[in-house]
């Protein structure tokens, strides 16, 4: 039995990271600097990524770097061979002021796409920001805080918890989510730090695996950005024999992340978990539950408390996968009550109306359970969104190039 | 050279045809009536799909009907037993009244999904539709009402023209659309008639075709209906050789109507063509195309008349289609006037910022093209779409169960 307890230090917790954030109107710069860590990533599997993804591959690849970059403002996306120049400057920026080498730096971007990098006002952002640079919860929050763009609250989570040898360990990371959140990681931008020692191979597997059922679940508007980055850094400190008491605390960093993105959408003002149980395969689970929380019509559902579990079964039909709507079960739930509505295949409140009014109920809670099972085979998974406002029209309408 | 003449008279414009249509409150009965009509029809992909299907596609399967009777405010799906038998009973009270065995009679619905038919509410308004039914411009009009449920406008579109032997034909159709419209025909209901006489085979395929680049390029919402269906249906009175012009006469019929769904979808202020040039293949046209209209981003820019081609050149990148960044080219035009944003790879706003806003201007228009072209192949197709409001969280998350 693996025990997880909660840090409430966010990034300093881990006492030898330091870290800063610092933003200037729309624009901001946060860094998080451990000489010699190890890291390993994983980006966006749009086909059009932006520069520093392509910076920090190469930086990474060794699996050694010493500090992360990030600005907030711009996303240095399809800004060709000038856009890489001005990611190394950055770079190099922050490589000059800790006196390490460029290629132990790694970058990333949030903003807009298409627009060349304004230097004149990132440069003096980057060098006030390092300037801060210290072990303080201050300085922790400031980075949680300089990468956000439409986020409306810093997302940040930290844990402790011990490998079974007894080695303790912590993990702590940030991240901003909020708007081209989807499939496989919207503008979505983590950064995670531990202290147990790891190989960059053993962190990348870690990672992947954390990051399948965690943000790759988060679902706002189905768009996928050109920038996400998720990136695991450890500084080596603790040293014990890996097991999977880390991943699990990892899962549970990761998830935590997840779903702070999904309660901030853009514009979002109720959070939504999409259980698919009794699927066929992994995949199975993934489609449905991805089709059901991404559905627009599911999210103006929710939006207007409306239990409308026809949008629901109609989102698992066209999921794509395999299944028979005649044996399937729905329910909506909160965290302490549960109304089935499909009951394998039987509306039950065709019987009893009055089980559409507790639904209703349920519906007008903050937070929502919709529970799938198909009754097919042993394959579960969540998927985590929310619901969809006029004010995430107005944020995307407004938001200017 | 073919010549299509339009007709201003919807579905009367064959003489030999019947319509009715009558509405009260949310409920509405449509009814097109031919004896001894050929037919074929196709239908939503959508696992789950309601009785009104199963019973379509047995009327259906000779390729003989007599009538189709449509209902609104109730789709009668995922109603079991209980739904076929009432989607029956609607149907044999027009065999009754029109003296046609009831295998001859077609049935579709839209409306709420997962509630039991009220009978004692559809059957009064079926049966005063169809004491309405016959040739005249009124007729006709009203059967393209009492299928609408959120459409505002009724959709129709009648047109004349000729094979190459000289056979004149004609061909008139009616739908509606709205919400739940997406990558499969959405809540997309299609009737269509024709007095060119042809096998239910050759109707069958005729349709697929126009369908393929007409109503399954429409996309409102992303949600696929559980109701979708198109009938084409012959009153076998125009005899000839049928050849291309036949299928060319029936894909302007299906694109005028598929736009007029897109130009009514529930909330738009807006419409949009997004033309995909120079795909690898027909597919790969598809998916870039459809992913680009469907994007949420894409959507609310168009809503705030903002040319973010970063989010165009995103929305092709998690397409899922191989192509290169590099070549692509962009343009945001209208009608009568274009500028091309991304020129061969090449961002050409970065150098001529007034060119950005020449693109704003055109974006404020009515009608708005977004042209890809990804300089690989020869494959193009056009999707149809519309800009994401307000209006639409509204309708969505206040139509209630």
Same mark, same amino acid.
């Given at each position: @039995?693996?025990?997880? %307890?909660?840090?409430?230090?966010?990034?300093?917790?881990?006492?030898?990271?330091?870290?800063?954030?610092? *933003?200037?109107? %729309?624009?901001?710069?946060?860094?998080?600097?451990?000489?010699?860590?190890?890291?390993?990533?994983?980006?966006?599997? !749009?086909?059009?990524?932006? &520069?520093?993804?392509?910076?920090?591959?190469?930086?990474?690849?060794?699996?050694?770097?010493?500090?992360?970059?990030?600005?907030?403002?711009?996303?240095?996306?399809?800004? #060709?061979?000038?856009?890489?120049?001005?990611?190394?400057?950055? =770079?190099?920026?922050?490589?000059?002021?800790?006196?390490?080498?460029?290629?132990?730096?790694?970058? $990333?971007?949030?903003?807009?796409?298409?627009?060349?990098?304004?230097?004149?006002?990132?440069?003096?952002? &980057?060098?006030?920001?390092?300037?801060?640079?210290?072990?303080?919860?201050?300085? =922790?929050?400031?980075?949680? *805080?300089?990468? @956000?763009?439409?986020?409306?609250?810093?997302?940040?989570?930290?844990?402790?918890?011990?490998?079974?040898?007894?080695?303790?360990?912590?993990?702590?990371?940030?991240?901003?989510?909020?708007? @081209?959140? &989807?499939?496989?990681?919207?503008? @979505?931008?983590?950064?995670?730090?531990?202290?147990?020692? &790891?190989?960059?191979? +053993?962190?990348?597997?870690?990672?992947?695996?954390?990051?399948?059922?965690?943000? !790759?679940?988060?679902?706002?508007?189905?768009?996928?950005?050109?920038?996400?980055?998720?990136?695991?850094?450890?500084?080596?400190?603790?040293?014990?024999?890996?097991?999977?008491?880390?991943?699990?605390?990892?899962?549970?960093?990761?998830?935590?992340?997840?779903?702070?993105? =999904?309660?901030?959408?853009?514009?979002?003002?109720?959070? +939504?978990?999409?259980?698919?149980?009794? =699927?066929?395969?992994?995949?199975?689970?993934?489609?449905?539950?991805?089709?059901?929380?991404?559905?627009?019509l599911v999210k103006t559902a929710l939006k207007g408390a409306d239990p409308n579990?026809?949008?629901?079964?109609?989102?698992?039909?066209?999921?794509?996968?395999?299944?028979?709507?005649?044996?399937?079960?729905?329910?909506? $739930?909160?965290?302490?009550?549960?109304?089935?509505?499909?009951?394998?295949?039987?509306?039950?409140?065709?019987? /009893?109306? #009055?089980?559409?009014? %507790?639904?209703?109920?349920?519906?007008?809670?903050?937070?929502?359970?919709? *529970?799938?099972?198909?009754?097919?085979? /042993?394959?579960?998974?969540?998927?985590?969104?929310?619901?969809?406002?006029?004010?995430?029209?107005?944020?995307?309408?407004?938001?200017?190039?």
């Amino acid at each position: @039995m693996i025990t997880i %307890k909660q840090l409430d230090k966010g990034l300093c917790s881990l006492e030898e990271i330091k870290t800063c954030g610092y *933003r200037e109107g %729309k624009y901001g710069v946060t860094v998080i600097y451990h000489k010699n860590s190890t890291a390993a990533a994983v980006y966006t599997k !749009n086909k059009v990524y932006a &520069a520093p993804i392509t910076i920090t591959r190469k930086h990474i690849a060794d699996g050694k770097i010493s500090a992360i970059l990030v600005n907030s403002g711009n996303a240095n996306c399809y800004t #060709k061979e000038e856009g890489i120049e001005k990611g190394l400057e950055l =770079a190099q920026l922050a490589a000059d002021k800790l006196e390490i080498p460029l290629e132990e730096v790694a970058v $990333a971007s949030t903003g807009v796409i298409g627009r060349q990098m304004p230097m004149d006002i990132l440069k003096p952002i &980057a060098e006030k920001s390092i300037e801060k640079l210290d072990n303080s919860r201050q300085s =922790a929050t400031d980075a949680a *805080r300089a990468i @956000m763009t439409t986020d409306t609250v810093p997302k940040e989570i930290a844990v402790e918890s011990q490998l079974n040898d007894g080695t303790t360990f912590k993990i702590a990371g940030i991240c901003k989510g909020s708007g @081209m959140i &989807a499939p496989n990681m919207g503008t @979505m931008l983590g950064f995670i730090t531990t202290d147990l020692k &790891a190989d960059k191979d +053993m962190l990348h597997e870690c990672l992947l695996k954390s990051v399948e059922k965690s943000f !790759n679940m988060v679902v706002v508007d189905g768009d996928e950005s050109t920038n996400d980055t998720v990136i695991l850094m450890s500084t080596n400190t603790q040293v014990g024999d890996i097991d999977e008491n880390f991943q699990e605390a990892l899962d549970y960093v990761c998830m935590s992340l997840a779903k702070q993105i =999904a309660k901030d959408g853009e514009g979002a003002e109720k959070f +939504m978990e999409v259980e698919c149980l009794g =699927a066929n395969s992994l995949t199975d689970a993934i489609k449905v539950s991805k089709s059901v929380v991404s559905s627009s019509l599911v999210k103006t559902a929710l939006k207007g408390a409306d239990p409308n579990w026809g949008r629901i079964i109609s989102a698992v039909g066209y999921s794509g996968v395999e299944f028979n709507p005649e044996i399937v079960s729905i329910s909506i $739930a909160s965290k302490t009550d549960e109304v089935i509505i499909v009951d394998k295949g039987n509306v039950t409140t065709y019987e /009893d109306p #009055k089980l559409l009014e %507790k639904a209703e109920e349920i519906m007008k809670e903050k937070e929502v359970i919709i *529970r799938v099972n198909l009754h097919e085979g /042993d394959y579960s998974i969540t998927a985590y969104g929310c619901d969809l406002t006029c004010e995430y029209v107005h944020i995307n309408a407004d938001y200017t190039t």
